[in-house]
């Protein structure tokens, strides 16, 4: 389980730090510094966030497909 | 005289946890370039010498009752082939052998890597980034190869409301490019964390050399934690190799079926 749990943590992390270098890269291209910046990464965070459900979503289809298997065995 | 004590342990405690990572040339001195042949050459190349003899080696008498080597490589088919068909479905199968690959690669590479005196050649986020690079180019190309275009409508969720579809596009974007990141960290940091934390407890393992008041104490209870960090980085080895493997199958069935 610690191991779902780190998958998570990294998930969302990325998704921030991806996020970020989209930002200041295009804020680097275009010479709008900060506007980008603060966009992209609070994109970046709702996607990290979306890939963290995600992967909840599986844990608990996980689950409940072992609990099923237990209640039919 | 408690304090003195303890800041001549201090002083003579060697801690370079992560000196073990350190590529360094196999043959002369000198800067580390395209082709030098380093120890992580070294370790990769025994990888696959330990791959060889499990698989090729090992399976060959083809007996109908399996020798132990036999079994070992029966066993690992037929789990990565029963996950690839579970989580991947049917049409999955056919790339079996490219995770099959993968799979080996890194469950053999990191349990080399625990041997004492080894180098974990998957610590390193360059081996491991290849690796999940390569998955994620193979299954973005396989996935517009199969679907054309259509692949994209994994980014457009014709369910939201049209106004938000833009932004919610831009959001699966950043969020399909989390994967790969999050594939070649989590390998590379499980390894580098357990094999540093490791040598921060054998660091200490010799303090009742320095200083036999403490060293009674924290000697026989770092060893005792070596001993279990130990234990649990086999299974961290096995089981990392094992998430690696399961989400390239994951990545894959996204790419095979974009529409769920």
Known sequence: MANMAWRMVIELVAGIVIGFGIGYGLDWLIGTLPIFLILFTGLGFVAGVRTMMRTAQEVQNMHMARAADEKEG | ?260
């Open chain 2, 1 to 260: 005289m408690a304090t003195e004590t303890h800041g001549e342990a201090e002083a003579g405690l060697v801690f370079h946890p992560m000196d073990q990572f350190q590529v360094t040339p196999l043959f002369g001195a000198g800067p580390v370039e395209w082709f030098t042949i380093t120890n992580a050459t070294l370790w990769m190349g025994l990888s696959i010498l330990v791959i060889f003899v499990i698989l090729v080696l090992g399976a060959r008498g083809r007996a109908l009752v399996p020798t132990r080597s036999q079994s070992i490589a029966e066993l690992a088919y037929g789990f990565i082939y029963k996950m690839v068909e579970d989580v991947t479905g049917k049409d999955g199968v056919a790339y079996f052998p490219y995770i099959m690959t993968l799979f080996m690669f890194i469950v053999v590479a990191n349990f080399l890597g625990l041997l004492p005196m080894a180098f974990t050649t998957t610590s390193h986020i360059a081996v491991t980034a290849v690796m999940a690079m390569a998955v994620f180019l193979a299954v973005t190309v396989l996935g517009f190869v199969k679907n054309g275009f259509g692949f994209l409508s994994v980014f457009w969720i014709s369910s939201a409301p049209l106004i938000l579809r833009p932004i919610l596009a831009l959001i699966e974007v950043i969020s399909y490019f989390v994967r790969p990141v999050s594939h070649s960290i989590r390998l590379a940091g499980n390894m580098m964390a357990g094999h540093a934390v490791i040598k921060v407890f054998a660091a200490f393992a010799p303090l009742v050399l320095i200083s036999t008041g403490i060293g009674l104490v924290v000697t026989p209870l770092s060893i005792l934690a070596i001993t279990a960090i130990y234990a649990l980085e086999v299974l961290v080895s096995f089981i990392q190799a094992y998430v690696f493997a399961i989400l390239t199958c994951v990545y894959l069935r996204d790419a095979l079926h974009p529409h769920h």
